[in-house]
Nanobody, 115 residues
Framework: VQLQASGGGLVQPGGSLRLSCAAS????????MGWYRQALGEQRELVAR???????NYSDSVKGRFTISRDVAKNTVYLQMSSLKPEDTAIYYC??????????WGQGTLVTVSS
């Protein structure tokens, strides 16, 4: 299984970015797709997840600013990030969970929010 993430970069505070993550090679149905992030010196934390038959959930720190969506046909998950803050600076990792509860990770994409 391969996950290819893209869309990171440098943005000013208050700006927006959209991350994408395309999954390929999964033998089993993908149940969840989402994003974690890890800031320097911090633990990895869940940012947002979208789960078939359940819906979406977000960390409190991004609610109202980030939106996760999924294109099922393309096995791609998106994270639209708005009103970005310096504390959103981190490496963002996408993941998928298949129906056997196996989790796979993307390579990470760096988001830097700075003026």
């Amino acid at each position: 299984v391969q996950l290819q993430a893209s869309g990171g970069g440098l943005v000013q505070p208050g700006g927006s970015l959209r991350l994408s993550c395309a999954a390929s090679g999964s033998r089993f149905r993908i149940i969840s797709m989402g994003w974690y992030r890890q800031a320097l010196g911090e633990q990895r934390e869940l940012v947002a997840r979208i789960t078939t038959g359940v819906g979406t959930n977000y960390s409190d720190s991004v609610k109202g600013r980030f939106t996760i969506s999924r294109d099922v046909a393309k096995n791609t998950v998106y994270l639209q990030m708005s009103s970005l803050k310096p504390e959103d600076t981190a490496i963002y990792y996408c993941f998928i969970d298949d129906r056997l509860a196996s989790r796979y990770w993307g390579q990470g994409t760096l988001v830097t929010v700075s003026s």
